[in-house]
């Protein structure tokens, strides 16, 4: 069985830095692309980006390309959701989410609340 | 940047059936999927590629596009599919969601 984990809900102030985590299991880490994705409070999906595990070649939406930073650990199958210098702005919801086709997903992490305040 | 638009709310009563419409311009070049998300739940995949349905999902679910507007469809809606709904599809940068539409059973 595919199974997503995601890591906690984390609490920081503003400035602080995170890394969010995301552990793939039931299936070969490096055949599917990682995506991440947003969700703010009581608003809809964000798709941010999407890193292929293989090479850590990556894509970000340009809103959030140089906010956020992806990355990889092949030999743990965990992919990593990335920030320097937290904001209140960054308080959301964030979802890793998977599958064989890079387009869309079959699988999908139960989320992480990041919460950023001072 | 590319954008995907949904009705906000369909409001449909049991056993009716509910529509619900997704437009963007690059949908007639591109695959469209549709996720459904319950309340403090992650998203789930109802529909891929326009009109397929993964295992596991009820028939009463379906999709179709035509040109820039692609629609799922929920027939026989139950009480369990009041949820929120997105779209979404590929772009130049990788992907989008819709903006989502929250479905009402009343």
């Known amino acids: 069985e595919v199974q997503l984990v995601q890591s906690g809900a984390e609490v920081k102030k503003p400035g602080e830095s995170l890394r969010i985590s995301c552990k793939g299991s039931g299936y070969s880490f490096t055949t599917y692309w990682i995506t991440w994705v947003r969700q703010l409070p009581g608003k809809g999906l964000e798709w941010m980006g999407r890193?292929?595990?293989?090479?850590?070649?990556?894509n970000y939406s340009p809103s959030f390309q140089g906010h956020v930073t992806f990355s990889v650990d092949k030999s743990i199958s965990t992919a990593y959701l990335q920030w320097s210098s937290l904001k209140a702005s960054d308080t959301a919801i964030y979802y890793c989410?998977?599958?064989?086709?890079?387009?869309?997903?079959?699988?999908w992490g139960q989320g992480a609340l990041v919460t950023v305040s001072s | 940047s590319y954008e995907l638009t949904q009705p906000p709310s369909v409001s449909v009563s049991p056993g009716q059936t509910a529509r619900i419409t997704c437009s963007g311009d690059a949908l007639p070049n591109q695959f469209s999927y549709w996720y459904q998300q319950r309340p403090g739940q992650a998203p789930v995949l109802v529909i891929y590629?326009?009109?397929e349905r993964p295992s596991g999902i009820p028939e009463r679910f379906s999709g179709s596009s035509s040109g820039t507007t692609v629609t799922l469809t929920i027939s026989g809606v139950q009480a369990e599919d009041e949820a929120d709904y997105y779209c979404?599809?590929?772009?130049?940068?990788?992907?989008?969601f819709g903006t989502g539409t929250k479905v009402t059973v009343l």
């Open positions: 989410a998977s599958g064989p086709n890079a387009e869309f997903f079959d699988y």
């Open positions: 979404q599809s590929a772009d130049s940068n990788g992907g989008v």
């Open positions: 890193i292929d595990p293989s090479d850590s070649y990556t």
């Open positions: 590629k326009d009109s």
